[in-house]
């Protein structure tokens, strides 16, 4: 039982870059998350998916899209990277309570 | 979408116990109120859940008035490990598979000392 499996766990890219973050959840849940955290700073929500099929802006989606793939997949999408969106980047499934993966590590250049 | 305000740290020392309250006014009635841990590069993780009243498992306590307009975690005799940012989320989490945006806020971040 992995929980949520994030990768990669860290990238560079020189911006103008595009990337897609991969996070799966063997835990069956309906809702995933994207946040990304700032060095020193708290979590601040991107997208989420309630449920398979569906997807919802969170506090700051520019400059991101999301696939939710089937109910075990949520992709965050970078079309073109700035420097501004180096962050660690935390998918999360939820039932009752958030289970986090270990967080994407990525630098802009 | 309830907003929740935190003090933005806490300092303590090893063994005695540490109190965080955190305020969330607009609290809707199918909110629950959830308090996480997290230690620098890793992800949060759960610490205690309620609704209201006061509950307790083998880490913490959560006392949640009546009102529900605030709540206080409650870390007994705390030690060096517990040195972490603490965040309290408030939101639908049981939502009949249509749960909506979970907003953290900027959390506490505890100091325990020697």
């Known amino acids: 039982n992995a929980g949520v499996t994030q990768t990669p766990k860290f990238q560079v890219l020189k911006t103008g870059q595009s990337m897609t973050l991969q996070c799966a959840q063997d835990?069956?849940?309906?809702?995933m998350y994207w946040y990304r955290q700032d060095p020193g700073m708290g979590l601040r929500l991107i997208y989420y998916?309630?449920?398979?099929?569906?997807?919802d802006k969170g506090e700051v989606p520019n400059g991101y899209n999301v696939s939710r793939l089937n109910k075990r997949e949520f992709s965050l999408r970078l079309e073109s990277a700035a420097p501004s969106q180096t962050s660690v980047y935390f998918c999360?499934?939820?039932?009752?309570?958030?289970?986090f993966g270990e967080g994407s590590r990525l630098t802009v250049l | 979408l309830a907003k929740t305000t935190q003090p933005i740290s806490m300092d303590s020392y090893e063994g005695q116990e540490v109190n965080i309250t955190c305020s969330h006014n607009?609290?809707?009635?199918?909110?629950?109120i959830t308090w996480y841990q997290q230690f620098p590069s890793q992800g949060p993780r759960f610490i205690i859940q309620?609704?209201?009243t006061k509950v307790t498992n083998e880490v913490a306590s959560l006392f949640i008035p009546a009102d529900r307009k605030s709540s206080t975690l409650s870390l007994p005799r705390v030690s060096l490990s517990d040195t972490a940012v603490y965040y309290c989320l408030v939101g639908d989490v049981y939502g009949s598979g249509n749960t909506g945006k979970l907003i953290f806020g900027q959390g506490t971040t505890l100091q325990v000392k020697p």
């Open positions: 607009n609290i809707a009635t199918n909110d629950y």
């Open positions: 309620g609704y209201k």
């Open positions: 998916s309630a449920s398979e099929g569906t997807t």
């Open positions: 999360a499934s939820m039932m009752g309570e958030l289970f």
């Open positions: 835990m069956n849940h309906n809702s």
